[in-house]
């Protein structure tokens, strides 16, 4: 009787532990690596931006705010927008456009009219971009947010 009590304890002993060990081996579906998969459409419709920063070295600050206005193909038509460079303002400015986004999320700007270049990244699905201006002697960043009305 007890090396059958004995072998029974074994056996279940046994098959639990294999159950707690192989329950740790399952990988759900939202562990594994997303694979990325952007494209311009990624991007489209209104986008609320707010970037701020320095135009050259230790000198003017620079604020901005704009609603743009992407159409999924890489044109951005900047509907309004006010600039704040070294205490100047001015209102009421619009812009065109281009950007391009790689199947890794990430995107260029390039703003015809202020010469700017920004890099980005693409998160949420194309609901936020966050920016940095790539050009010689700025250090200026900010954030485009997809607007619903």
């Given at each position: 009787?007890?090396?059958?009590?004995?072998?029974?304890?074994?056996?279940?002993?046994?098959?639990?532990?294999?159950?707690?060990?192989?329950?740790?081996?399952?990988?759900?579906?939202?562990?594994?690596?997303?694979?990325?998969?952007?494209?311009?459409?990624?991007?489209?419709g209104?986008?609320?931006?707010?970037?701020?920063?320095?135009?050259?070295?230790?000198?003017?600050?620079?604020n901005?705010?704009?609603?743009?206005?992407?159409?999924?193909?890489?044109?951005?038509?900047?509907?309004?927008?006010a600039?704040?460079?070294?205490?100047?303002?001015?209102?009421?400015?619009?812009?065109?456009?281009?950007?391009?986004?790689?199947?890794?999320?990430?995107?260029?700007?390039?703003?015809?009219?202020?010469?700017?270049?920004?890099?980005?990244?693409?998160?949420?699905?194309?609901?936020?971009?966050?920016?940095?201006?790539?050009?010689?002697?700025?250090?200026?960043?900010?954030?485009?947010?997809k607007?619903n009305?």
């Amino acid at each position: 009787m007890f090396l059958k009590n004995r072998v029974l304890t074994t056996v279940f002993s046994t098959i639990f532990a294999l159950g707690f060990v192989s329950t740790g081996t399952f990988v759900k579906a939202e562990d594994a690596p997303r694979k990325l998969s952007c494209t311009n459409k990624t991007l489209q419709g209104d986008y609320a931006s707010q970037v701020s920063g320095f135009q050259n070295p230790g000198a003017t600050p620079f604020n901005l705010l704009f609603l743009d206005r992407f159409d999924g193909n890489g044109n951005i038509q900047g509907i309004k927008g006010a600039t704040s460079t070294g205490g100047e303002v001015a209102q009421d400015l619009s812009d065109t456009s281009t950007y391009q986004v790689n199947s890794d999320c990430t995107v260029t700007l390039s703003f015809q009219n202020q010469k700017f270049k920004y890099f980005g990244v693409i998160v949420n699905n194309g609901k936020k971009v966050l920016i940095l201006e790539t050009d010689s002697g700025t250090n200026i960043s900010g954030v485009l947010e997809k607007v619903n009305y």
